[in-house]
């Protein structure tokens, strides 16, 4: 018998980090997002605002828009996972579509919003039947981001910064 088993979330947060490998490999940004309803992964997402050029291709808003209509119909029933903490844009469609849960990898200080929803009064409310769990295998999420910078040269804000 297993006597460490499992952490629930770690399957689904190893699938987006699955995805990012391959999206790195390919010379895409390593961000991910991953929706899950009763176990079963129903929508994948990548980061996709540099071919062609569009800042709204986030990972987040791929995912979310691939399963809108299932979405619609099972509020409060799926969880995101995230290799990256969402952004104001991505956080506010997770919210609104009535994503229960969720989960993030590595944080995002300079566009990260998850610390942003006690200071609106609408999030605030829609906050207490959130749950969120941020740094979810964030070394994993992080590792991969900077080695996107350090090959490409490119958003370096996403690295981790040598003090």
Sequence with gaps: ????????????????????????DAGNMPIVAVI????????VGR?????PANDTHHAELSAIQSVASFLAEHKRQCTIYTTLEPCMMCL????????????TGAAAPLVGAIGLLPHNDYYKRKESALQLVSGFMA???QALLN??????????????QAT
């Design 1 to 24: 018998m297993n006597a460490n088993p499992p952490h629930p979330h770690r399957e689904y947060m190893l699938a987006a980090l699955s995805q990012a490998r391959l999206a790195l």
């Design 36 to 43: 899950v309803h009763n176990g079963t992964i129903i929508a």
């Design 47 to 51: 980061n996709a605002i540099d071919h």
């Design 92 to 103: 506010g469609a997770i919210i609104n579509v009535g994503i229960q849960t969720i989960v």
């Design 139 to 141: 070394e994993e999420s």
């Design 147 to 160: 080695d996107y910078v350090l090959k490409t040269g490119l958003r370096a804000h996403l690295a981790t």
